[in-house]
């Protein structure tokens, strides 16, 4: 290679460096992606309250509800298992929940999930897309609590339109039914006077096609087999439980048993008359 190569080749040379300096500043500027669940400490740190959907992420028309864990302290999870080892057990009995979209409100009802210690949900139907706010509320410890979560690009995600996952058609979802129409008869219109001539052929007339729908009983139906499908699991464990304490119920009995048998064994063996005390009986001296 000659000088004049060489010395190019070193003007190059801070250009190289410039590129993933770049890159990096454009990667900061990128907008970041909503996070899945929204995590806040509440009472002091004493609790820790991680919020979001169910499902993730969370369409029009589907069923899905809140996702919610309790935890003493900060939420700590097993790598292993994937349980929180810090949960709350038990706070459906003292912690309520709501969802909001506007100005409507419906409250909800918090069910433990399984073999997930800390972990509940509650389920509903997202009938329309935008931002929801959840409510979660009551007492931990002794202590009462009023918190509000709600969608945004920070927190947790918002529901998309039934549109964005229907194909090949996209019949997207019903609105809410309008008002009903006014029942007063309105006055007659006076009509011009007939005139002679040819007779008229009206027009057809075209109705329109009306829109589909999705069927009002679906969402009900998701919503009662969800949870069906909860409290059939709820089921299970109680039904485990129950065995277990049979099995060690039955183990006890016969224990019992035996020892009963051994010490009716020796109170007969102790009972059963010797040389000594037989030979007073009939009067004999004992044979040697």
């Not at 410890?141 to 529901?159: A, K, L, N, W």
Request: contains cysteine.
């Amino acid at each position: 290679m000659s000088i004049q190569d060489t010395s190019r080749a070193r003007g190059r040379r801070p250009w190289v460096w410039l590129a993933p300096i770049l890159a990096g500043v454009l990667l900061c500027w990128a907008p970041a992606p909503a996070a899945a669940h929204e995590t806040r400490e509440i009472l002091g740190a004493k609790y820790t309250l991680r919020i979001g959907f169910a499902e993730e992420p969370a369409y029009q028309g589907l069923l899905n509800g809140i996702s919610l864990a309790i935890c003493t302290g900060k939420c700590v999870t097993d790598p292993a298992t994937g349980v929180l080892t810090t949960g709350v057990v038990g706070a459906f009995e003292t912690v309520k929940a709501e969802v909001s979209y506007g100005n409507q409100t419906m409250a909800l009802a918090l069910m433990a999930v399984p073999r997930q210690p800390g972990h509940y949900v509650a389920r509903f139907v997202p009938t329309r897309a935008g931002d929801y706010t959840f409510r979660i509320y009551g007492e931990l410890g002794g202590e009462r609590f009023d918190e509000r979560f709600t969608s945004s690009p920070t927190t947790f995600d918002s529901v998309q339109p039934a549109t964005a996952i229907q194909f090949p058609d996209k019949l997207g979802y019903p609105p809410a039914a309008p008002a009903a129409a006014s029942t007063a008869t309105a006055a007659p219109r006076p009509t011009a006077p007939a005139t002679v001539g040819p007779p008229v052929t009206p027009a057809p007339v075209v109705m329109p096609t009306p829109a589909p729908t999705i069927p009002v009983g679906l969402a009900e139906f998701q919503v009662l087999r969800a949870q069906l499908r909860d409290q059939q699991q709820q089921l299970e464990a109680v039904t485990a439980s129950a065995a277990a304490a049979h099995t060690f119920a039955i183990g006890g009995l016969g224990a019992g048993a035996i020892g009963v048998g051994i010490a009716l064994l020796a109170l007969l063996r102790n009972r059963r008359p010797g040389p000594a005390q037989h030979a007073d009986e009939t009067g004999e001296a004992p044979t040697v």
